[in-house]
């Protein structure tokens, strides 16, 4: 199985800083790679495809970036609303498997 | 609009069988790939199944011998059968729609549920 890999769990930023979240895969998957924002008790929302590829309504703000095992959410200009848990999903292969989440918080 | 409603959820001893159901408005389930994913307390999403447009049906391996899923095309609705539940099976379990637009998009889950919380305790 990949093994999805994100660290920090936690991150503290400003309103209006750009923020990074990274995420490692145990093996390469090319950039078959997703992102997901979940706040809290609700289902995730996906924000990225194919690593970079914005989803249909989802702020600008948000991008995506990497290919084989390095990749990278980035927000820039931190918003109050993206207060949330980020996830990182590989689809190169069976088993889907996400990463454990990195929870942003907005000062 | 799209939307996926999930029920079912329970409290429920070890050793015991639930089916969740998973009633799809806004999409024809049966001409689009549809997967279970739940999420335990406080944790990550765990991939537990996706069931192709032809009703063949992969799940993630440690979960396959105890768990069935099924549609009901006429009610377009999904279900997901639990047998001998433990424990560790305790989670929201989300029901979620699987891209297939394009093969680069295979994979990726555009549309969830609010999910529905299974309890297994005694």
């Known amino acids: 199985d990949i093994q999805m890999t994100q660290s920090p769990s936690t991150l503290s930023a400003s309103v209006g800083d750009r923020v990074t979240i990274p995420c490692r895969a145990s093996?390469?998957?090319?950039?078959?790679l997703a992102w997901y924002q979940q706040q809290p008790g609700k289902a995730p929302k996906l924000l990225i495809f194919r690593t970079s590829s914005l989803e249909s309504g989802v702020p600008s703000r948000f991008s995506g970036s990497g290919s084989g095992t390095e990749f990278a959410l980035t927000i820039s200009g931190l918003q109050p609303a993206d207060s949330a848990t980020y996830f990182c999903q590989q689809y190169k292969s069976f088993p889907w498997t996400f990463g454990q989440g990195t929870k942003v918080e907005v000062k | 609009d799209v939307k996926l409603v999930e029920s079912g959820g329970a409290l429920i001893q070890p050793g015991g069988s639930l089916r969740l159901s998973c009633e799809v408005s806004g999409f024809i389930i049966n001409f689009n790939y549809m997967s279970w994913v739940r999420q335990a307390p406080g944790k990550g999403l765990e991939w537990v199944s996706v069931?192709?447009?032809?009703?063949?049906?992969y799940y993630t391996d440690s979960l396959k011998d105890r768990f069935t899923v099924s549609r009901d095309n006429s009610k377009n609705t999904l279900y997901l059968q639990m047998n001998s539940l433990r424990a560790e099976d305790t989670a929201v379990y989300f029901c979620?729609?699987?891209?297939?637009?394009?093969?680069?998009?295979?994979?990726?889950?555009?549309?969830w549920g609010q999910g529905t919380l299974v309890t297994v305790s005694s």
């Open positions: 979620a729609r699987v891209n297939s637009d394009r093969s680069d998009l295979e994979g990726v889950f555009d549309h």
């Open positions: 093996q390469s998957i090319s950039r078959w």
């Open positions: 069931t192709y447009t032809a009703g063949n049906t």
